[in-house]
Structures are given as C-alpha cells and as structure tokens.
C-alpha cells in the first residue's frame, strides 16, 4: 500500500500549483482521500477531502473557494489544484487514506494510510 505525491514546487504569490496523490496497492472506490498540510514550525492542518462513493467533498475555510479536490479512479489518483496561493501557505503537503464511507472528514486520527509528502513554496 502506497501514496505518493507530487507536483509541489516554487510558485509566486498568487500563482497556481495541480498537487497529484497516487495511490497503489488499494482502490480509491473503497478508500476517501484528504490533503494536510504541515507548515515549519506549525502543527499539521487538514484541508480538504473527497469521498470514496460519491465523491463529494469537503473544505477548511482557509482554502474555501480557492483549492479543488478532484480524483481520477481510473487511474486511482487524487488531485489539488490550488490557486492565489499565499507565502504563508508554503508547507509539506500530505495526502492521506482512511476507509470512512460517506462523507469524508479530514481528520488525523481517522487516517490509515500516509504519503510522505511534497513541498510547496510560495514566495517570490
């Protein structure tokens, strides 16, 4: 059972970044996904998720309106696409399995399944 993330980067203020988690050796129709995030010095924060039935989906407010949670089950991949990104937003991004039916929630401790992230820099 693997997560592996990718397409973290240097990106200016602002600007835009598409962060993939691939998941191998489970399937995503039985498993929800979500995204941390873990800033230096700061504890990790939940920031979205979608579900393994119906894919719906779910936000913190920090990113409300800004970050798209998205997946691809033929390809058993989960995307983030997050946009006006901000410097303080600069943090190790984490995808993260559990087998929660319904809606999804984006809690730590529900997590059973762990990438081990990819990093992101918002700076100019």
């Known amino acids: 059972v693997q997560l592996v993330e990718s397409g973290g980067g240097l990106v200016q203020p602002g600007g835009s970044l598409r962060l993939s988690c691939a998941a191998s050796?489970?399937?995503?129709?039985?498993?929800?996904i979500a995204w941390f995030r873990q800033a230096p010095g700061r504890e990790r924060e939940g920031i979205s998720c979608?579900?393994?039935?119906?894919?719906?989906?779910a936000y913190a407010d920090s990113v409300k309106g800004r970050f798209t949670i998205s997946k691809d089950n033929a390809n058993n991949t989960v995307y983030l696409q997050m946009n006006s990104l901000k410097p303080e937003e600069t943090a190790v991004y984490s995808c993260?399995?559990?087998?929660?039916?319904?809606?999804?929630?984006?809690?730590?401790?529900?997590?059973?399944?762990w990438g081990k992230g990819t990093l992101v820099t918002v700076s100019s």
């Open positions: 979608i579900s393994s039935s119906d894919g719906s989906t």
């Open positions: 993260a399995a559990n087998r929660i039916l319904g809606r999804c929630v984006f809690m730590e401790y529900t997590m059973e399944y």
């Open positions: 050796g489970f399937t995503l129709d039985y498993y929800a």
